[in-house]
């Protein structure tokens, strides 16, 4: 029976999700000592969930809004602490309320996709604990009636719940156990557990019931909805908690997940079913399973292509700045969710699931250059320097930005997996349901600046396919962190392992590189600004401009706001002092005057080429096309 | 560690008074905090989205809120709650136990600050990093920066201050009766989009000269008591925090909050908030 489960995606995830639950406590025992700081309460309610979970019948709505909960309190304490002072034991149990909510979410996600998987699992799971029963002696009674049903010819116990086995496990459930006597239990209980057990039932005979071409569009739009929470749930997790160290976990449940979504969905109609010979005693055979498969295997290409991909019918679940996110994301407020009108970009959306496509016929972002500033004082250009010569350039004194012209020939991302289609981009982030942080404003020192987390595919069609007004930019972050489909693109180049002189006072030792991803629509800025690494900036897609000026260039410098300090950023804007781009705030001519003074180096930053950013260089970028660069940074 | 006296017998032993005083409460409930009756056992607890009325006694004094758990004092026995509902966390009860005069006042902030009652003798309050530091047998208090209270309004006197757990919003009550409100605007926009960042005075609905009585701030909502005894109140209703039903998860305007407590024209003694729950009392 086992073996049969490894091809069928959508079967594999819910082995996997059945495991997990009933071994969370086993997976709780990894997590228990970090997680003692959050104090027990929580604790309990976490793992509270994960057993009422493993129940046949739980109650699911009231397991997400508790889960729900426990996110929303561990996310509170994320804004409680200073970033460096917060517990680790915040993280963590934000993560695993995260997993848990997932698998619920699964769960209501497969009932709905092929129901008779969820109701084999109910059926098998069912126990004396969903009957509230207070000995295990009595379990043996509902061992009995189950079996005693799975012997009658036509039982086919996921099927229909409703019959004479619903009625004698109700039974069961009403009288109780008191020094070995019967009796019937108080009123309270038996009728939550009855009003339980049928609220499943008229669930079944609902799903039964939907048929019609109205009732299987809204189910396939609650199937879109649930697909987007989950990859929601998960992306909160690793973008807001860091993964709470379990990055390689959820990495793992969103493969399993992809790969079960890129099934057709069963249609679940019961003549289909009951039309299928059926060997009842094996419930294992599930009927509609043979059929998926089979269907999956044989069904031609075009019509896969559109099962396979449903459009992200509303992805756009938008949380706008960090603080409305509420944890869950689905908690409060009109500001938490946007009410843009969903994105069709199915279109653009290629198959995933079958050999990789010839990305080459795709089309490719605009390389349309609203404004191109002049390059003044170029930056040197060089092919690619030895290590010993680049250790060398590194060791001087006080080491030049220089411009690598082929120092990342053989990245995929710049041939084989285009970064400049959208197409493939959305291929490698689930249809782009994936989440990505984005600035929104043109520069993080405009009056308005602030942070959404949004759908990918919402980010290309609202900042970057189409025109918009506002600026979205997905900076610095680390992205491959969170999508390791597309680390495999990109290589860390060699030159990041060479050992600089100069670390700055307090700056801690890198023990790898450190990337981050800079992805945005032309005319994005990043002000003036220093940063305590040294750079190698990687153009993948579109082109930079980029300004440097030497470390000890008199440079005005911001001071603290709204409590950041912002040293590390010029007080002064170099598009508005050259004219590029209009004032936002006041500006003296004798700021201007000193700025012209200073001297500096510029280039504009070819797709394949590589600037290296000096530690402590001051540094303006701007994005002239529709932009895509990799930072690494190293010490 | 017992905090629950079996105070409900002492209800019974004065059988002719007849006035009893009544605890209305509503939000989150995940640990049965709300649930005084302790014959009552649910595994898993739902919410109560309506004030409801989960306590009667003749004489309730205050509550106190925790996050997990509920305490409900008498004039009784002013030091000792009287009823305890929901789970008390092990730091809690430690400290119950080995300092009953800083567990009677302390209060605990989001990023684990403790702060106590001080000594007669020194004029600020102690404050500790965690309750772990100050159970430690080598606890040493330390000092951080202090609101003072002349800077709210230089011409009132405050005589109630109350604040989010995170400390995102602080409400402060005068003498006079005005409300006065700030926060932090970006983490407070969900539920309270023009959150001035200093001290201002807020107005209950049209009537500007409409008198404050008590305020009390939860996790990220407010009640507000007027001297005329209305509720009014805003933010989140996600738990039923603010009792208006499981639909409405959220009001970023001043709403009228209104239950049973309003109908048989009672006295409204009291608010509390606790994280996402709140609590009315009521005397006849």
Same mark, same amino acid.
């Given at each position: 029976m086992e073996k049969e489960e490894t091809d069928d995606p959508l079967r594999k995830l819910i082995d996997h999700g059945n495991s997990f639950i009933s071994r969370y406590y086993s997976h709780y025992e990894e997590s228990a000592p970090i997680l003692e700081g959050c104090g027990e309460p929580l604790v309990e309610l976490l793992v509270r969930q994960a057993r009422l979970m493993?129940?046949?019948?739980?109650?699911h709505d009231l397991i997400k809004r508790r889960l729900d909960d426990i996110l929303s309190a561990s996310y509170n304490k994320f804004y409680a602490y200073l970033y460096k002072d917060l517990p680790p034991c915040w993280r963590l149990l934000y993560t695993e309320a995260a997993i848990l909510k997932f698998w619920v979410l699964v769960f209501e996600w497969a009932r709905s996709r092929q129901p008779e998987l969820i109701r084999k699992r109910v059926w098998d799971k069912m126990e004396w604990e969903d009957f509230e029963l /207070?000995?295990?002696?009595r379990r043996e009674e509902v061992h009995e009636i189950k079996a005693r049903f799975e012997k009658?010819?036509? +039982?086919t116990p996921s099927r229909n719940l409703g019959s004479a086995v619903w009625h004698q496990l109700m039974q069961l459930s009403m009288r109780t156990e008191v020094g070995g006597v019967h009796v019937r239990r108080s009123r309270e209980v038996s009728s939550r557990v009855r009003e339980r057990l049928q609220e499943w039932q008229r669930r079944n005979e609902q799903e039964d019931g939907q048929q019609g071409p109205e009732q299987q569009q809204q189910k396939r739009e609650r199937e879109e909805e649930l697909l987007n929470d989950m990859v929601k749930t998960l992306d909160l997790a690793l973008i807001?908690? @860091? @993964? +709470? @160290?379990?990055h390689d976990e959820i990495h793992g449940y969103v493969a399993l997940l992809e790969k079960a979504a890129s099934l057709p969905s069963n249609d679940n109609s019961p003549d289909k079913i009951s039309s299928k010979p059926s060997e009842?005693?094996?419930?294992?055979?599930d009927p509609s399973l043979g059929r998926t498969r089979t269907t999956s295997l044989t069904q031609p290409p075009t019509k896969r292509a559109r099962l396979s991909l449903p459009?992200?019918? /509303?992805?756009?679940s938008t949380i706008d700045?960090?603080?409305?996110? /509420?944890?869950?994301?689905?908690?409060? +407020?009109p500001v938490a969710i946007?009410?843009?009108?969903?994105? /069709?970009?199915q279109q653009q959306?290629?198959?995933?699931?079958?050999?990789?496509?010839?990305?080459?016929?795709h089309p490719s972002f605009?390389?349309?250059?609203?404004f191109t500033p002049p390059v003044t004082s170029p930056i040197p250009r060089l092919p690619s320097p030895s290590l010993t010569t680049f250790q060398s350039h590194l060791s001087s004194p006080t080491p030049q930005p220089l411009i690598l012209t082929?120092?990342?020939?053989?990245?995929p991302a710049l041939a084989?997996?285009?970064?400049?289609k959208p197409s493939y981009l959305l291929s490698r982030t689930f249809s782009g349901r994936r989440l990505i942080p984005v600035e929104i +404003?043109?520069?993080?020192?405009?009056?308005g600046w602030s942070q959404k987390i949004l759908p990918f595919s919402e980010f290309l069609s609202t900042y970057i396919t189409s025109p918009s007004e506002s600026k979205g930019y997905l900076a610095q972050h680390q992205l491959f962190a969170q999508l390791p489909q597309l680390r495999s693109d990109i290589t860390i180049p060699d030159l990041c392992y060479t050992s600089p002189a100069n670390r700055p006072d307090g700056t801690p030792e890198l023990e790898e590189p450190m990337l981050n991803a800079w992805f945005g629509p032309p005319g994005t800025i990043t002000p003036l600004h220093t940063d305590p690494y040294h750079n190698l900036l990687v153009q993948v897609v579109g082109r930079k401009y980029v300004r440097l000026y030497p470390p000890g260039a008199d440079v005005k410098r911001r001071g603290e706001e709204a409590g950041v300090?912002?040293?590390?950023?010029?007080?002064?804007?170099v598009g508005v002092l050259e004219g590029w781009d209009e004032a936002t705030g006041e500006g003296g001519d004798e700021e201007e005057k000193e700025f012209k003074r200073l001297e500096y180096v510029d280039c504009i930053l070819e797709p394949g080429e590589t600037l290296y950013i000096p530690v402590g260089w001051w540094h303006y970028v701007r994005g002239l096309s529709v932009s895509f660069s990799v930072s690494f940074w190293w010490n | 560690m017992v905090f629950y006296t079996g105070q409900q017998l002492s209800y019974i032993k004065v059988?002719?008074?007849i006035i009893t005083m009544s605890l209305y409460a509503t939000g989150l409930?995940?640990?049965?905090?709300?649930?005084?009756?302790?014959t009552k056992k649910d595994q898993q607890p739902d919410d109560i989205f309506t004030f409801t009325c989960l306590l009667e006694d003749k004489d309730i004094d205050y509550i106190r809120p925790f996050p997990s758990y509920t305490l409900v004092y008498t004039t009784?026995?002013?030091?000792?709650?009287t009823y305890t509902a929901g789970l008390v966390p092990k730091l809690h009860q430690q400290l119950s136990t080995s300092y009953p005069d800083h567990y009677h006042h302390f209060a605990e902030a989001s990023n684990d600050i403790v702060v106590v009652p001080t000594h007669p003798t020194n004029p600020h309050p102690l404050q500790y990093p965690s309750l772990t530091t100050l159970l430690s047998p080598s606890s040493q208090p330390i000092s951080y920066p202090a609101l003072h209270l002349?800077?709210?309004?230089?011409y009132a006197t405050v005589t109630k201050l109350s604040s989010s757990p995170s400390g995102y919003l602080v409400a402060a009550l005068t003498a006079g009766h005005d409300l006065y409100l700030w926060g932090h605007p970006s983490r407070c926009s969900t539920w309270?989009?023009?959150?001035?960042d200093s001290p201002e005075p807020v107005v209950m609905g049209?009537?500007?000269e409409k008198d404050i009585k008590d305020v009390a701030v939860g996790q990220s909502h407010v009640l507000v008591l007027t001297t005329d005894g209305e509720i009014w109140g805003r933010g989140d209703?996600?738990?039923?925090q603010l009792g208006l039903?499981?639909?409405?998860?959220?009001?970023t305007e001043w709403t009228r909050l209104k239950g049973e407590f309003d109908h048989d024209k009672k006295k409204i003694k009291g608010v509390w908030a606790g994280e996402r729950n709140s609590f009315v009392v009521v005397q006849p």
């Open positions: 493993s129940m046949a019948t739980p109650d /207070n000995t295990p002696a009658q010819p036509k +039982g807001l908690a @860091g @993964g +709470g @160290g379990k009842s005693e094996t419930p294992r055979q459009p992200p019918t /509303n992805p756009s700045g960090w603080l409305p996110l /509420n944890a869950s994301g689905e908690l409060v +407020g946007s009410d843009e009108p969903p994105v /069709n970009t959306t290629p198959i995933i699931t079958q050999k990789p496509p010839n990305w080459s016929s605009s390389p349309y250059e609203p082929s120092l990342v020939p053989s990245w084989a997996h285009p970064w400049s +404003g043109r520069s993080y020192v405009d009056e300090d912002m040293g590390n950023t010029a007080a002064f804007d | 059988p002719n008074i409930n995940a640990w049965s905090q709300l649930d005084f009756d302790t009784t026995t002013p030091f000792s709650p002349s800077q709210i309004s230089p309270y989009p023009d959150i001035p049209d009537d500007s209703n996600s738990s039923g039903g499981r639909e409405t998860k959220l009001v």
